[in-house]
């Protein structure tokens, strides 16, 4: 089968989904040291989780505000 096109998915930066792979990657090359690259990601991905949370709840809250 021939293959047309990769197209990237799912870049949000929480591991273990593609974005959170990409970060690791990256923070990978950069130090050299693959555990505290996954750490880093994996933190990167907690704290993007905890912003999403934040965002709803403040989104919900002010729809009903309204």
Do not use: C, Q
Request: glycine fraction near 12%; aromatic fraction near 14%; charged fraction near 20%.
């Amino acid at each position: 089968m021939k293959t047309r096109r990769i197209v990237l998915f799912n870049l949000i930066p929480a591991f273990p989904l593609d974005g959170g792979r990409i970060l690791r990657a990256a923070l990978w090359r950069f130090w050299g040291d693959l555990p505290r690259a996954t750490r880093a990601a994996a933190g990167a991905g907690r704290f993007f989780a905890y912003f999403l949370m934040v965002g709803g709840i403040s989104a919900h809250e002010g729809v009903r505000s309204s």
